[in-house]
């Protein structure tokens, strides 16, 4: 892209913003993977975080407002581990931010575990930055050259409705619910991006695998104006290389009209592979091209691991790539069913529980 001035903030002179220095980033980060973090470590340094995983920087306005949007099942200690690190991340890039965790369970069995005692709840608590004290813009420093526009600062877009309820109180994350209902990642992606918006009108949804921890914090979670951009480009588990050059699996970011643009992402991939390509072919079908964060700042370290059951190689996806061409228009945000279980905002991120079937 090219190098824009921004705009001058205020014509009336220098103000708040010009003088206070921005927060510091470090670049390289240190990452221990030993041993995952309890949750109540993590919220004792994340003390401004409030419930759902939402931050706001406390004096000035993000210029940007992102979602991080997290696939999971049965994988609770990446997630305290993923979170220890990426909220501190997060805070220093001065984002107004929240962070999604799509939870794959089966009905079927929350309702043989919890029988009858399920409760309806109401969703609580506001999002909304305080609008009682006038803040100013965070200050932009070098890494933010590309200037995109004013946050609205009056306006914002109701969120929740009171009478929006959810079904189930509380599912277990740690969960024998999960059953061995085969995994999908993409669909999950799908739900969280539908989900997500009903909170904010995010600039920025960032799609995070849970293993894959940012090992730069240079690699700012915004969006490129115009395509979709791919921020795992270095992982350690292939060097700090990409495996081919069309790789688009890991860490993702794409605003919510580029994401509608190309159908959302399939529903179809059940099991390990190939969703990740689909998504890549989807980007140029729909009229659009890549853009990556460059090799030595788009780091990051995967939590060992090994295949998890119920997510096998998805021995149709060979098949299913050679039809993108043809499905992809019918396949995606515009197909996508599935059945909200809960949503809940606990105190490090917001939880959506969804039971999205199981593979035909
Ligand atoms: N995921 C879950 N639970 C699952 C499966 C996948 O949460 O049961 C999510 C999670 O966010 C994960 C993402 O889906 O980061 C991608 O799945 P993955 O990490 O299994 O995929 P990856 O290609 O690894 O990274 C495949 C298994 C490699 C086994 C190597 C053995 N040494
Ligand atoms: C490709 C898969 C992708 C996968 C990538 C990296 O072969 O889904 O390998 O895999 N595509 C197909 O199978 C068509 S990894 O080394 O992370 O296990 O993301």
Redesign the pocket.
């Known amino acids: 892209g090219q190098l824009k001035t921004p705009p001058k903030l205020y014509p009336h002179g220098k103000c708040l913003a010009d003088v206070l220095p921005p927060v510091v980033r470090v670049g390289p980060l240190t990452i221990n993977l030993i041993k995952a973090p309890s949750l109540k470590k993590v919220q004792m340094k994340n003390r401004y975080v409030t419930p759902g995983g939402y931050f706001s920087p406390r004096h000035c306005f993000g210029r940007y407002r992102t979602a991080v949007i997290?696939?999971?099942?049965?994988?609770e200690s990446?997630l305290r581990t993923l979170l220890y690190y990426l909220h501190p991340f997060l805070q220093r890039q001065q984002l107004h931010y929240a962070i999604f965790v799509v939870h794959?369970v089966l009905e079927a069995l929350i309702r043989r575990k919890e029988g009858s005692r399920l409760v309806p709840g109401r969703v609580r608590g506001s999002w909304e930055p305080s609008r009682d004290t006038f803040r100013y813009l965070c200050p932009i420093d070098l890494y933010w050259y590309r200037y995109r526009r004013f946050p609205i600062f009056f306006g914002y877009r109701p969120i929740l409705s009171d009478t929006d309820t959810f079904k189930y109180r509380t599912v277990s994350l740690n969960t024998s619910t999960a059953g061995n209902a085969t995994?999908n990642?993409a669909k999950l992606l799908n739900i969280g991006v539908r989900e997500a918006l009903r909170y904010d009108d995010w600039d920025c949804l960032i799609l995070h695998?849970?293993?894959?921890v940012p090992e730069n914090d240079h690699n700012l979670y915004i969006c490129d104006e115009y395509y979709p951009k791919h921020l795992s480009s270095a992982m350690d588990k292939f060097q700090y290389s990409l495996p081919y050059w069309a790789y688009f699996?890991g860490v993702s970011a794409l605003t919510p009209d580029q994401f509608m643009k190309m159908n959302g992402f399939p529903n179809t991939y059940w099991g390990?592979?190939g969703e990740d390509d689909d998504i890549a072919m989807r980007i140029r079908l729909s009229g659009m091209s890549m853009t990556r964060t460059p090799l030595s700042i788009g780091r990051y370290k995967?939590i060992?691991?090994?295949?998890?059951s119920?997510?096998e190689e998805n021995s149709h996806r060979h098949n299913l790539l050679s039809n993108t061409r043809k499905t992809w228009r019918d396949d995606g945000m515009n197909s996508l069913h599935f059945q909200l279980l809960s949503r809940e905002k606990i105190q490090l991120f917001t939880n959506i529980t969804v039971d999205i079937g199981e593979a035909p």
């Not at 695998?209 to 894959?212: E, G, I, P």
């Not at 060992?304 to 998890?308: G, K, M, Y």
């Open positions: 997290i696939p999971h099942r049965n994988r990446h794959q995994f990642r695998d849970v293993d894959l699996g390990w592979g995967m060992p691991h090994d295949r998890d119920g997510n």
